[in-house]
């Protein structure tokens, strides 16, 4: 990307200063087409980034919710029956180590198709014990309780992967890096002609290409300086190592 906006910055630039001797008849046309590009890309840019930011709220709302769903379960699994309640909560335990992993690795990546299958065989686990729990006590209700969030916790984590996979249109990238560079080109070539230095041209390619970064990573949710944070999940496995609140019956 910074060779691209770079490449076409100083390319205008050279363009610009071999035809300074036609400034006069030149001038105002390159005025007037690098301000009016310069607004369409703007407005490229700021879509963008709105799609980048609103993706990144859905991940990080989404991180949260699945660590609610999974708390919900474990403190339900506590009033369960034995020996459904010991497996489930070790399963549990497990579950919630490998959604800490799904934060550390690429979507749509071998690693975390792995650690998703892991997760889907856990799931099923779950679920035969949750059967084992409502077929022990078929008419109470903590076992039907723990079945409801269980479900939710299932439900979650379809969320919370499609929403790690939900990226900005690769088309609409596209568009802002070739529009940057295009708009930056042509602000060099309008610069060089009126004999200006490069100072301008530098800080304006700079917070392009700053902007177009910061797009870039937040469309990258585990990779990069902005990365959707995992504290609730850390915050849940961390009270799981404390003994259950509830006791066996």
Do not use: C
């Amino acid at each position: 990307m910074l060779a691209v906006v770079a490449s076409a910055t100083f390319g205008g630039h050279l363009l610009g200063a071999h035809m300074r001797k036609e400034s006069d008849t030149l001038r105002e046309p390159f005025g007037v087409l690098q301000a009016a590009l310069l607004g369409v890309v703007g407005l490229i840019l700021a879509f963008g980034l709105s799609l980048a930011v609103g993706r990144y709220e859905d991940r990080r709302a989404a991180t949260v919710a699945e660590a609610n769903a999974i708390g919900t379960t474990y403190l339900r699994a506590q009033l369960i029956a034995e020996p459904a309640r010991s497996e489930s909560l070790d399963r549990l335990r497990r579950y919630t180590d490998l959604a800490l992993e799904i934060t550390r690795e690429v979507p749509s990546s071998p690693a975390i198709r792995r650690t998703t299958a892991a997760e889907g065989l856990l799931q099923r686990q779950l679920w035969r014990l949750a059967g084992q729990a409502m077929a022990a006590a078929p008419v109470g209700s903590a076992a039907r309780l723990y079945v409801d969030s269980l479900n939710s916790t299932i439900d979650q984590q379809s969320v919370r992967l499609s929403a790690l996979n939900n990226r900005v249109p690769g088309a609409v990238l596209a568009i802002e890096v070739i529009g940057a560079a295009l708009a930056l080109g042509l602000l060099a070539v309008h610069i060089s002609i009126l004999g200006r230095g490069l100072v301008p041209m530098l800080v304006a390619a700079t917070l392009v290409t700053l902007l177009l970064l910061v797009t870039f990573d937040l469309d990258r949710p585990t990779r990069g300086l902005i990365t959707v944070p995992s504290t609730p999940l850390q915050a849940l496995r961390a009270s799981m190592a404390l003994p259950p609140a509830a006791r066996a019956h």
